[in-house]
């Protein structure tokens, strides 16, 4: 005789034991991913989880019970993450790059984005490939392509394409751009405003200014500029499909502003004022590294190249071009500026 019983309430631990073997796999790679940019510093932490990620992923590494813990890592740390990142940049630090500059970073990024979901269209490139890669590239990598993704529900392969693409072409701009430092005439705080305001993502950025001394400081200052500009991004794409009606994973209507959003803008506020110790400062940052790493390895097990083959070579040349597209553009910006 069936009884109608009650539904017993999940506990904290028996919601937590599914995800345990996934994250601790995640936990195992954050710590590779970090030893191997010790060894090899133009490998940066998130390329590195992603790389390993993709790597579990592809030669069967991943266990079925592995999933919901290498899930948990790259939705619901990856915000984690997002929202602590608005601590490494304040106010007065944009504010310093003067309005010429702060212009172009904002011109440059905007463009650049617009520019790749044009070109993605005349191409003939599927909208939710474009409108990631056009984040990873306009913004900050592949952090920005997973926020993105939350707040656009794209597959999982497409995700994976703007994932490799920006890890791709992020990875060469670190060796191409110092190239062109001598033929284009830029001083070393000139090259560090280009690398800020083209190159992919931070870790890249970094590895780019690192090779001109005196370039790093406006290198990360102008990056960390494009990072602030996920945000409205975010938050524009949220009220287009909003208006639009359109339905994220469960039918729900998407939110106007996402809560990490507002989290990122908060702990901006939280840095303006001045109130936290740089030895606080130090020891977030390097949480929010380990957070977006594991975030960065989760998001790489959901990479199948399997699958990646079959993209086609229109999302590859997309992908170059919009590189291309933000590196002609953060030049020009640069010039004028400067």
């Not at 932490?45 to 813990?69: E, K, Y």
């Not at 007065?92 to 003067?98: N, Q």
Request: a positive charge.
């Amino acid at each position: 005789m069936l009884t109608d019983e009650p539904a017993v309430p999940r506990t904290l631990g028996s919601r937590l034991v599914p995800l345990l073997p996934g994250l601790a796999l995640t936990v195992a790679a954050v710590v590779l991913a970090i030893l191997i940019n010790r060894i090899v510093p133009a490998i940066g932490p998130l390329t590195g989880a992603i790389l390993l990620g993709v790597v579990a992923a592809n030669t069967g590494l991943i266990r079925p019970s592995a999933r919901a813990g290498t899930g948990f890592a790259a939705k619901r740390v990856l915000r984690a993450g997002v929202v602590l990142l608005g601590l490494q940049l304040a106010v007065s630090d944009v504010l310093g790059l003067g309005g010429p500059m702060l212009g172009a970073v904002v011109v440059s990024t905007l463009a650049t984005f617009f520019g790749t979901r044009w070109l993605g269209r005349r191409m003939g490139v599927p909208p939710g490939q474009s409108l990631l890669i056009a984040t990873g590239t306009a913004v900050c990598g592949a952090a920005a392509i997973a926020a993105m993704n939350s707040v656009s529900d794209t597959d999982e392969e497409d995700v994976a394409t703007g994932i490799g693409l920006v890890t791709i072409c992020g990875t060469l701009a670190i060796f191409l751009l110092p190239l062109f430092r001598g033929p284009l005439g830029l001083d070393p705080g000139a090259f560090g405003a280009w690398a800020g305001a083209s190159v992919h993502e931070v870790s890249q950025v970094v590895a780019t200014a690192a090779s001109v001394p005196g370039a790093l400081g406006a290198a990360v200052v102008v990056k960390l500029t494009r990072v602030a500009l996920l945000a409205p991004l975010l938050a524009g794409v949220g009220v287009a499909r909003r208006r639009a009606g359109t339905a994220v994973e469960g039918g729900a209507r998407p939110p106007i502003v996402p809560l990490f959003v507002v989290g990122f803008l908060a702990m901006v506020a939280v840095r303006s004022t001045g109130l936290l110790p740089p030895a606080a400062l130090d020891a977030i940052k390097t949480l929010d590294t380990w957070l977006l790493a594991a975030a960065m390895f989760g998001l790489g097990t959901g990479v199948h190249l399997a699958s990646l083959r079959r993209t086609g070579p229109r999302a590859l040349v997309l992908g170059f071009a919009s590189s291309l597209l933000i590196g002609v553009l953060a030049y020009a910006g640069v010039q004028i500026a400067l």
